[in-house]
């Protein structure tokens, strides 16, 4: 992963891992243990689906750019599939508490997306390719005086 794209991917779960912690503290004091490890289980799931996400969109815009737009929403539809297979298959579980489950989870998306929108303003993206070896001229049009 080049630089930019780790320095990228940092911003955004440095913030998230740190409101998952203050979440996880929260929920531990008011609904004990079971609810400190459903928001962990929230942090944690929703640090592991945006960071892929993330990582996929960077390297598909690296790769394929013109399908840039349709991976996005492919992406996005694909990680509310698994989060309802996720939460069908935990429904009825007793080993954490699903509403701080869910609470870290939002808590932790939000936190991500908002990391991710300053990451990219503070970004300074290039509008020319400044790799770019061909240095053509551009062709005149019209008549030459």
């Not at 945006?50 to 690296?62: D, E, N, P, R, S």
């Not at 399908?67 to 996720?86: H, K, P, S």
């Not at 429904?91 to 489950?101: C, E, G, H, V």
């Not at 870290?104 to 990391?115: C, D, E, I, N, P």
Request: with cysteine.
């Amino acid at each position: 992963m080049p630089s930019n794209d780790a320095r990228n991917l940092l911003q955004c779960a440095v913030p998230t891992a740190a409101a998952g912690a203050i979440v996880v503290a929260v929920s531990a004091a008011v609904a004990g243990g079971k609810g400190a490890i459903g928001a962990a289980v929230g942090t944690l799931l929703a640090i592991l689906f945006m960071g892929i996400g993330l990582y996929v969109l960077q390297w598909t815009a690296k790769t394929l750019p013109q399908l840039f737009q349709a991976m996005g929403l492919m992406l996005y539809v694909a990680q509310l599939l698994l989060l309802l297979i996720f939460v069908a298959l935990f429904k009825d579980t007793s080993l954490f508490n699903a509403k701080t489950f869910a609470i870290s989870l939002v808590v932790a998306t939000v936190v991500w997306m908002a990391a991710q929108a300053r990451a990219h303003m503070k970004a300074k993206l290039f509008y020319i390719d400044p790799d770019s070896t061909k240095s053509e001229k551009p062709e005149k049009t019209g008549p030459s005086s």
